[in-house]
């Protein structure tokens, strides 16, 4: 009778031991798991915050007066404005006339840490044709913002 | 019959671009360089343009042209017969 208890008393010790032993593992897993599935912290990505079209830039590279309508002989900036930072990208101006003309294109490498501002412009020695005028910003080839002008 | 307005509009000749001046400056810095890795700066013919044109404008000297020749020799079967739209690679300019 005494040997039977001891039995069934010893199974339960043995049992209870054996599941504290495999809750502990399990657990141990589970946090490992956790910590290292965490990402790591993002870098601050870069965008355009805004594309501005005048007829003239200061030095940091902004426009002075925001217009959409220039006379033949202004020369005509855009201004980009990025935040973020980035070793290296591209921004790029593209500028077309009326059904898609193609004017120019031009590129400028930047490694922005912070707020920046990248300026284009286009002028041409005998006039700008009257018109509807286009220019397509691009950051690393994606086309990001696009501002319509007109030239009378 | 006097009805010549529309056929005028479509045979009006483009305005020619290919004096246009451009450029651009930014407050951010140039990236570090890296010419290994660097892509190589390219250039979208315009209607007017020749390769010494071209070349003129990117290294300030028309002679310079057989340079952007043979960069793009894969694209440029005559170096007299260049079409707008077409993407051409600028190499480097030659340090002094």
Redesign the interface.
Known sequence: MINRNFQRWFVTVLGLSVALGLAACSKKAADTTTTSAQPPAPAAALTVTGVELGRAVGGDKRVTETVTTFAPNDVVYVSVHTAGSAPSAMLKSRWTYQDGQLIDETEQAIAPNGDEATEFHISKPDGLPPGNYKVEIFLDGVSVQSKDFEVK | MGFSGDSDDKQKP??D?S??????????????KAPSTA?P????V?QGDNLSKIAKQEYGNANEWRRIYDANRDLIKNPDLIH??QTLKIPPAEKA
Do not use: C, D, H, L
Request: hydrophobic letters at 25%; glycine letters at 8%.
């Open positions: 483009k305005p671009f004096n246009v001046e451009s450029g651009s400056s930014s407050t951010a810095p140039a990236p570090a892509q700066k390219t250039y979208v315009k707008p739209g």
